[in-house]
């Protein structure tokens, strides 16, 4: 099946750090979803991606939809403890198709 | 209540019980799925629910029976699980058309 590579596995950063990873795949994607999973919780819808070029904020963090549909990124600026969690993205091959997810990149938040 | 719920947060089960994991969600979605999250592994898709059929099985064990008596409500029937079977399960929910799927806060299962 599908497969994303979600890098960095995990991450060890300063509060008011910026933080950036990133999620690639050997095929071509046709929609983007970046999601935080708190412990304990599900993960959360943070932010959507439909549009090859797309740059998408939603507060101190954002995504962008690789030009060449085979990647994506997501950058948080002024890291804050709060953001400590799981990071997963996951993509659409095509319209009504299933989600593939990534491993996740765990973010702990030194303050 | 707003978004997914799950019911229970928590449960602990022997290999011999039979027990039940519900979900339910507010969003007026007409699409519902069940996960199973391990550790250090991709989300696993289980079972989806399609207007209210079952569309998709992923190879599992049929230990793990689905139920969706509506567009709402979602549940998962187990019985006779492996300690392999522990794991967060997951209910999310979407509108069929669209990829954007909410997740409920999951039922943490531990099998002994």
């Known amino acids: 099946g599908q497969q994303l590579n979600q890098s960095p596995q995990s991450m060890f950063i300063q509060e008011g750090e910026d933080v950036s990873m990133n999620c690639t795949s050997s095929?071509?994607?046709?929609?983007w979803l970046w999601y935080k999973q708190d412990p304990g919780e599900g993960p959360v819808l943070l932010i959507a991606?439909?549009?090859?070029?797309e740059l998408t904020s939603n507060g101190r963090l954002t995504a962008q939809f690789g030009i060449t549909r085979k990647d994506s990124f997501l950058n948080i600026s002024a890291s804050i403890p709060s953001d400590v969690g799981i990071y997963f993205c996951?993509?659409?091959?095509?319209?009504?198709?299933?989600?593939?997810f990534g491993e996740g990149t765990q973010l702990t938040v030194n303050p | 209540e707003t978004g997914v719920t799950q019911t229970p947060r928590h449960l602990v089960m022997g290999m011999t019980n039979k027990k039940s994991l519900k979900c339910e969600q507010h969003?007026?979605?007409?699409?519902m799925y069940w996960y199973k999250q391990s550790a250090k592994k991709p989300l696993e898709l289980m079972f989806v629910?399609?207007?209210?059929?079952?569309?998709e099985n992923n190879s599992v064990p049929s230990r793990f029976s689905p139920e969706c008596p509506n567009s709402s409500h979602l549940f998962l029937h187990l019985h006779t699980l492996q300690p392999e079977d522990s794991a967060l399960y997951l209910c999310?929910?979407?509108?069929?058309?669209?990829?954007?799927?909410?997740f409920g806060p999951g039922t943490r299962l531990t099998v002994t």
């Open positions: 999310a929910s979407s509108q069929v058309e669209g990829p954007e799927q909410y």
């Open positions: 969003l007026g979605h007409n699409a």
């Open positions: 629910y399609s207007l209210e059929e079952r569309v």
């Open positions: 095929s071509i994607f046709n929609t």
């Open positions: 991606l439909y549009k090859a070029g």
């Open positions: 996951a993509g659409q091959l095509y319209s009504g198709s299933r989600l593939t």
